[in-house]
């Protein structure tokens, strides 16, 4: 029973979020380049990256989106085989205003952090089949400030939390349904520096502080992350991105009061780093996108977690822009076994499709 118990303690998969329990697809446009285009402005949506690039925009924008995802978690235990699909509209908001010709205002309104996770029942282990779902969305505003080809920002960060925790026992066939429901909050920040370092080519760096708050339910403590963004023009009409991303998620996440997390679904054992790529190209009124993310886990049995992306955007008027993108993710197997038996195996799969307009005024 104890080789069982540590073998299952190493297992964790989660729904709908990236690295662990951060979410990169805060909207269409980065969706697509794969949260790589923090050097580059195309939209308010590069406030949810590198704030400071705002200040690259020639006019007040205003950015919305809608991702619909779509994942799926296939649990092998003890020889059991179960299926749980989970689907989740996530709306996402920017708006960026110039103030005068050095100091820039933008507000975001995204979700850094979701989960919506179900747990089977496991013998000893969980005893009551369990979903868990966090959803944090932070309401950012941010100030810029541009000094030549240099900009900096400075981003306060308000988290609102909705959480639920929903148990169900079944004596022979006689089934009890439990549900907990509430919100919480709490307050963290962002720094954020661009520098146009020639007329092709741009960086940028972002850091976001951790932080800690909750209620009797849940405790929430979000990592610190740290992102290094490059833009370069290969041609006037085409640009590749590239970023890396260091987050420190060892012993953090959400933990809730009434529910022990058994298989370590919630809460990092390490620190997590993330690469992504991506080129954005013009053609005529169209914008074509396309890009992958590396994300490394955070549970014990670690693995990287691939994310492809393609993305097309058209500008029917000077002032209005319709993008699309699509997401596939191929998740990391895992996998726990005594000698050559397989104990459990869980396997997570997932789609994303997002609609985005962008209004510049």
Same mark, same amino acid.
């Given at each position: ?46 406030? #949810? ?47 960026? &205003?110039?103030? !005068? ?10 979700? %850094? ?28 505003? &941010?100030?810029?400030?541009? /000094?030549? !080809?240099?900009?900096?920002? #400075? ?24 549900? @907990? ?12 520096? $661009? ?5 092709? $080519? ?18 929430? @403590? ?47 054992? *390490? !620190?997590? *780093? ?10 005529? /009124?169209?914008?074509? %996108? ?16 691939? %994310?492809? %992306?393609?993305?097309?955007?058209? *500008?029917?008027?000077? *002032?209005?822009?319709?993008?699309? #993108? ?8 895992? @996998? ?26």
């Amino acid at each position: 029973m104890k080789t069982l118990f540590l073998s299952l303690s190493s297992l964790t998969c989660t729904s709908i979020s990236a690295t662990g329990l951060n979410f990169w697809e805060t909207s269409t446009l980065n969706s697509a380049l794969a949260s790589a285009n923090g050097a580059s402005a195309v939209d308010a949506s590069i406030l #949810a990256l590198a704030p400071s690039s705002i200040t690259q925009l020639e006019q007040s924008s205003l950015s919305a989106s809608v991702t619909y995802y779509d994942v799926t978690t296939d649990y092998n235990i003890f020889g059991d085989e179960s299926k749980y699909n989970t689907k989740n509209p996530i709306p996402m908001g920017f708006v960026t &205003t110039e103030i !005068n010709d050095s100091y820039f205002f933008g507000l975001a309104v995204y979700s %850094r952090t979701a989960a919506d996770i179900v747990v089977p029942k496991i013998p000893f282990i969980n005893p009551k089949e369990t979903r868990v779902k966090p959803i944090l969305v932070s309401v950012s505003p &941010t100030l810029a400030y541009a /000094h030549g !080809n240099l900009s900096v920002a #400075a981003s306060l960060e308000y988290i609102h939390t909705a959480h639920t925790l929903e148990q169900t026992t079944c004596i022979f066939n006689v089934c009890d349904k439990s549900l @907990e429901e509430g919100t919480t909050s709490g307050w963290t920040g962002a720094l954020s520096a $661009t520098w146009k370092v020639t007329s092709t $080519t741009s960086l940028a760096f972002t850091h976001r502080f951790s932080t800690s708050f909750g209620d009797q339910d849940i405790s929430v @403590e979000l990592p610190s992350i740290s992102s290094v963004y490059g833009t370069l023009m290969i041609t006037p009409k085409t640009a590749w991105h590239a970023s890396y991303s260091y987050s420190t998620y060892d012993g953090k996440g959400v933990r809730y009061a009434n529910y022990t997390d058994p298989i370590g679904l919630l809460v990092g054992y *390490q !620190n997590s *780093q993330r690469i992504a790529t991506s080129i954005d190209h013009k053609l005529g /009124h169209w914008s074509l %996108r396309g890009g992958i993310s590396l994300d490394e886990a955070i549970d014990r049995l670690g693995g990287i977690d691939k %994310r492809y %992306r393609l993305g097309v955007g058209y *500008q029917f008027t000077k *002032q209005f822009t319709l993008n699309a #993108a699509w997401v596939y993710e191929d998740y990391a197997i895992k @996998e726990a076994a005594a000698g050559d038996t397989t104990l459990v195996k869980v396997q997570n799969s997932g789609s994303a499709l997002s609609l985005g307009i962008q209004y510049d005024f």
